[in-house]
T-cell receptor, first 116, second 112 residues
């Protein structure tokens, strides 16, 4: 199994530019999560999807951030326009349901975003 | 709301020392509890979990027991190795909800 795949692994962009991060979850997993990790705020959940439907987007910082999951094997997180404070490592994770109330999340390697 | 409190780091130990990383939680129901590990430059990996009180999760020599009476899930290892150097996160999920609440992480460094 290839695990959760994220691209690009590194992204450097200038303030004001649009940034799109991509994620391919593990086949058969029906939930997908986007997290952001910084030294100051630690690990934050931005949004999660179940069966391609957004369930909780309360962690999305502001309207500049948007996420889509057009099908079970692909999701994007878009930032438009980007700002220096968006610099962080963005993780995608997918979840496997093992039984009632029993889940395991598997994380991708992350995308390191630097906005100058 | 739900929360997880982890022992402050960083923690530095010598190889073969005994490790404890404390984790306590606040939850309204009966959560499932997890430890994740993050090696440098990588994503988080599930290390172990426990889904009900008194369960013990174990993996790679690490153990943690779900203690409902003290609302704790402390991580232990009897003899650490340099390769255990990483950041360790305690987390919970509640009521069958897949959403995880993470602690702030504890950075562990093992010196030869």
């Amino acid at each position: 199994d290839a695990g959760v795949i994220q691209s690009p692994r590194h992204e450097v962009t200038e303030m004001g530019q649009e940034v799109t991060l991509r994620c391919k979850p593990i086949s058969g997993h029906n939930s997908l999560f986007w997290y952001r990790q910084t030294m100051m705020r630690g690990l934050e959940l931005l949004i999660y999807f179940n069966n391609n439907v957004p369930i909780d987007d309360s962690g999305m910082p502001e309207d500049r951030f948007s996420a889509k999951m057009p099908n079970a094997s692909f999701s994007t997180l878009k930032i438009q326009p980007s700002e220096p404070r968006d610099s962080a490592v963005y993780f995608c994770a997918s979840s496997l349901r093992l039984g009632a109330g029993d889940y395991e999340q598997y994380f991708g390697p992350g995308t390191r975003l630097t906005v100058t | 709301g739900d929360s997880v409190t982890q022992m402050e780091g960083p923690v530095t130990l010598s190889e073969e020392a005994f490790l404890t990383i404390n984790c306590t939680y606040t939850a309204t129901g009966y959560p499932s509890l997890f430890w994740y590990v993050q090696y440098p430059g990588e994503g988080l990996q599930l290390l172990l979990k426990a889904t009900k009180a008194d369960d013990k999760g174990s993996n790679k020599g690490f153990e943690a027991t779900y203690r409902k009476e003290t609302t704790s899930f402390h991580l232990e290892k009897g003899s650490v190795q340099v390769s255990d150097s990483a950041v360790y996160f305690c987390a919970l999920s509640e009521g069958g909800n897949e959403k995880l609440t993470f602690g702030t992480g504890t950075r562990l460094t093992i010196i030869p």
